[in-house]
């Protein structure tokens, strides 16, 4: 399946590759202009950020324009700029980035959907008092993310991946105020942070293993042949090579960031943020990083895999992925939170990411996330346009009847709803989701991930069947009656809503631009690519299980609108399985009574240790202390004191005495000089000195 | 006995006399009397020394003498005016009373 990828040798740098910097450097400094700005300076910041968006665009788009040239005339480009951040003994500490068709790619998408969703901003934010802080930490979460695409050095990817985890938590406890906002912050941060631990690890170890920590060094970086031969010869514990141990270590990582079981706690929590910043970050970008960052690392998941065949690493990218997918695609038959649903199916399409890199390759992988970037941000603006014109409401179960009240978002939910099922031959995520299915299908090892995959197909097509004519169908529910959004709203919907269909265009089997252009491979329009009998079968396969999603919760939901206050249609008919599905598999239960319960019983006999044995030390040296100090201040009064005090009436007794002498009589005088030469004289006598 | 001896018993003894004079008596002029007897037992000392000792041809002693009798009568006479000056200012020449210089 996979094949071989030869690129042409390291071409020296280019110009448009030294400046490459700049793309995530604008938004930064825009960033940080912001930050200084007055909350009154709404205007300014809004251009700010998004003036800043616009030339990292277009500098995106140069770099893509000049990768895609390079390509065109039959070299695979990789520009890297290296340089030496310092020195810590013998190792050099390396930074740099890396121009190539996979950080192109990354970069036209991340900038392309990040500007759509900053002009969306200025509508959805109009009202909200903090207008200037949001848009500093957009601009900032879209200058970190830049950074973790252009990176070629795993320290910088790191860095910029810890920026991006921590704008990420800003924006979902940007409404502070609330607690549940402050609470998913907490928690997206805090379960991040398990999976970055172990990338941190697998990068020390990597560093530790090769020298560098530069991916691509003219032959010398990391992840390329010289180093992995060198990983591959190391065996680690459990059977498995270093490379592999690494590539698992860094998987955690991405693991954490994209939402993978067990990992993908926080995502649907981080849906408390504003619609604009779940859109961006929770759908589209940050939550890829770590798709990206599995393609990234690529050579070292694969490294030791025989032709056709598959690593330790991958297969376990591949179950985790798919379990995710499935797993998640069945929680979110059961939610009624609109943006919860979407999360969860965020979570699960990046599970089919995750399994695509596992078993397709990076193409693969790449490409679903490519589109589903684009139609996950349109569902998810489209889902910000309803909750703005339902007045905040969030509960499917309280709207309906929106397609005549808000008929373009209607039209564009309905696009982006498509294309997330997977609707065959016009949308996008047909073609990304078949490339998935046909790799799975073509697996070497077992085909339950496929079944898996079709199966998580299905529930896809089903919630969203659910979903949208909760929303759109039937007739209004809710309170005040909804109200179309504004232009600034729709129109980056309707890019966005293009978008999703026209880019199934370059990874269609009669033409995959997509895949070759990752590859390095040339691109040929072959209408025989539609022809494979596998692939026609396969192909319609996926679009009959689409339809029966479709169908069944068409049959299930259709028109009928209905109450809040009624139960679910599949709630009456299979209420345990339900009840199961909206506490979400008890996931956030289990861990409450397994790891939150274990914190919680550390914290208490570390409570119970600072109080009892610390504290109790502690108090027992301040006592001994304290009674060496009375016991000096005993001696002090009462010996010291006593004694100096003593002395000192002793001698003014003694000058009493001696100034009764003085008595100012000089015959007083006269006598005791007599007297005193008397003495003497009787002395020298008596001595017989005379 | 030898004449020098004597002499400076009766030196002796008329020292003593004006010791205790000086010491005891409270009238500032007795005591400045008492004094001039220790001056003079002095001088008694001098001229014996002078006219017993290894050279009585020099006149040595006997200027010493009257050397020490002229500045004696001097010293009278500013221990007069003392006394004079203290009486006018306090009234009196009891020495006992004269304690304004103790400590």
């Known amino acids: 399946m996979q094949e071989t990828i030869s690129f042409t040798p390291q071409l020296a740098a280019s110009p448009i590759a030294e400046m490459l910097w700049l793309i995530p450097a604008v938004p930064m400094v825009a960033a940080g202009l912001a930050a200084l700005l007055m909350q009154a300076k709404r205007k300014t910041s809004a251009v700010l950020a998004i003036g800043s968006m616009s030339v990292s665009l277009l500098l995106s788009l140069v770099a893509f324009a000049h990768v895609v040239a390079g390509w065109s005339h039959g070299q695979a480009v990789r520009e890297t700029v290296n340089f030496t951040w310092f020195q810590a003994g013998t190792a050099n500490i390396d930074l740099g980035w890396v121009l190539d068709p996979l950080s192109a790619v990354m970069l036209v998408m991340v900038s392309f959907v990040g500007l759509l969703i900053f002009i969306y901003s200025i509508g959805y934010m109009k009202d909200d008092e903090n207008f200037t802080r949001f848009f500093c930490f957009m601009s900032l979460f879209a200058g970190a993310m830049l950074g973790v695409v252009i990176a070629n050095s795993i320290l910088l990817l790191f860095m910029c991946w810890e920026l991006v985890g921590l704008t990420s938590y800003l924006l979902i406890g940007f409404w502070y105020q609330k607690p549940a906002a402050a609470a998913a912050a907490k928690k997206a941060f805090l379960t991040t942070r398990i999976g970055d631990v172990f990338f941190l690890l697998g990068m020390v170890w990597l560093f530790a293993q090769t020298g560098t920590l530069l991916f691509y060094n003219n032959g010398a970086g990391s992840i390329e042949a010289g180093a992995l031969a060198g990983l ?209 299908q073509h697996w070497s090892v077992v085909k339950t991930p496929f079944y898996m995959l079709v199966f998580g197909a299905l529930l896809t097509a089903f919630y969203m069947t659910r979903q949208v004519t909760y929303i759109f169908g039937g007739h209004w529910r809710g309170g005040k009656p909804a109200h179309e959004s504004p232009k600034v709203m729709i129109v980056p919907l309707a890019i966005l809503a293009f978008f999703a269909m026209a880019l199934g265009l370059i990874g269609t089997p009669a033409w995959p631009w997509f895949r070759a252009f990752l590859d390095g491979r040339a691109a040929s329009f072959d209408l025989h690519g539609f022809m494979e009998p596998r692939l026609l079968a396969l192909m319609g396969g996926s679009a009959l299980v689409v339809f029966l999603g479709l169908g069944l919760g068409w049959w299930l939901y259709g028109d009928h609108s209905p109450k809040p206050s009624e139960p679910d249609a599949l709630e009456r008919m299979i209420p345990p399985v339900w009840a199961a599905l909206s506490d979400k598999l008890y996931v956030d239960e289990l861990y409450r009574v397994t790891v939150i319960a274990f914190y919680g019983w550390l914290a208490r006999g570390a409570d119970w240790l600072d109080r009892r044995v610390w504290g109790g030390a502690v108090a027992g040296v301040a006592w001994g202390f304290s009674l060496g100090a009375e016991l000096n201040r005993f001696l002090d009064t009462n010996v010291v004191d006593g004694g100096f005090d003593k002395g000192c009436d002793e001698l003014s007794v003694g000058g009493g005495l001696l100034a009764r002498i003085q008595t100012g009589r000089v015959q007083t005088y006269l006598r005791i000089l007599a007297l005193a030469v008397v003495v003497l004289v009787a002395i020298l006598f008596w001595s017989n000195r005379v | ?57 020099l006149l040595t002693g006997m200027m010493f003498a009257i050397f020490s009798i002229a500045v004696a009568a001097a010293e009278a006479a500013v221990g007069l005016g003392l006394v004079i000056q203290i009486h006018r200012h306090a009234k009196t020449t009891d020495l006992d009373a004269m304690n304004r210089m103790k400590g």
């Open chain 1, 232 to 440: 591959l010869a190391q065996s680690a514990a459990l059977g498995l090579t270093a490379a592999g141990a690494i590539g698992l270590l860094i998987f955690a990582g991405a693991a954490g960031k994209s939402g993978q079981f067990p990992l993908h706690v926080w995502l649907p929590d981080a849906m408390e943020g504003p619609t604009p910043v779940s859109a961006l970050i929770h759908a589209a970008t940050m939550v890829a990083a770590g798709v990206y960052l599995i393609a990234r690392v690529y050579p070292l998941m694969q490294a030791g895999a025989l032709a056709g065949g598959t690593t330790t690493a991958l297969t376990v990218v591949t179950w985790v992925g798919a379990f995710t997918a499935v797993f998640a695609a069945m929680i979110a038959v059961a939610q009624n939170d609109i943006k919860r649903i979407l999360a969860y199916s965020t979570v699960s399409q990046l599970g089919y990411m995750m399994a695509g890199l596992g078993m397709g390759g990076v193409a693969v992988g790449m490409f679903h996330l490519i589109t589903h970037a684009f139609f996950k941000a349109l569902l998810f603006l489209g889902a910000g346009s309803v909750i703005h014109g339902c007045h905040g409401e969030q509960d499917v179960r309280r709207m309906g009847g929106l397609k005549s009240d808000m008929p373009i978002t209607f039209l564009t939910y309905a696009i982006g709803m498509l294309a997330l099922c997977g609707f065959p031959l016009l949308f996008s995520g047909f073609w990304s989701k078949d490339g998935i299915l046909e790799a799975a």
């Open chain 2, 1 to 57: 006995m030898t004449p020098l001896a004597s002499y400076l018993l009766v030196a002796a003894l008329l020292f003593s006399i004006g010791l205790a004079g000086a010491l005891t008596r409270r009238n500032a002029i007795l005591v400045l009397i008492g004094i001039e007897l220790m001056l003079n037992a002095a001088n008694l000392n001098l001229i014996a020394f002078w006219r017993y000792g290894p050279h009585p041809e």
